[in-house]
């Protein structure tokens, strides 16, 4: 039933800082099929951006990105991303609007999405998380 794995941003973020074991989950998935969202994209550019080596970290990021399939948000994916929200709201919890968006990326392609923060995550209903390290 899956369509591949989908990256929260936090896992490409732990990798560029060195952390061991998230740099050996990325190359231990190398040839899977594996996406990020358009938001994880976002939220990559601005965290580098904001780097004092800003065009050496620009270059890294973009060869990291080019590595894997950039999913956008459609219609689709941002009705179920306020659905969500919705939900969750109703709830008593208040998700962020990047993290309702890569949750509806992920059930949208029927990926499973790989994080360290399944807190943020672990109530959203069809949502498949792993944590991998």
């Known amino acids: 039933m899956s369509g591949g794995l989908l990256l929260d941003t936090n896992v490409l973020i ?9 740099a050996e989950f990325l ?4 040839g899977e099929d594996i996406a990020i969202s358009l938001i ?4 990559l550019l601005q965290g580098t951006l904001w780097n004092e080596h800003a065009p050496t970290a620009i270059h890294r ?3 990291t990105i080019d590595a894997f399939e950039l999913l956008t948000v459609s219609k689709v994916v941002m009705e179920r991303a306020m659905f969500i929200r ?4 109703k709830s008593g ?4 609007l990047a993290d309702v968006l890569i949750a509806a990326t992920a059930i949208e392609s029927r ?3 790989i994080t360290r923060n399944l807190r943020h ?5 069809g949502l498949n998380l792993e944590c991998p390290y």
Request: no cysteine; net charge neutral; proline share 3%.
């Open 14 to 22: 732990d990798a560029e800082r060195g952390l061991p074991s998230a």
């Open 27 to 30: 190359r231990s998935q190398i």
């Open 40 to 43: 994880t994209y976002g939220e």
């Open 61 to 63: 990021m973009m060869q």
């Open 86 to 89: 919705g939900e969750r709201r």
């Open 93 to 96: 919890e208040t998700l962020s």
């Open 111 to 113: 990926r499973v999405l």
């Open 121 to 125: 995550f672990e109530r959203i209903a």
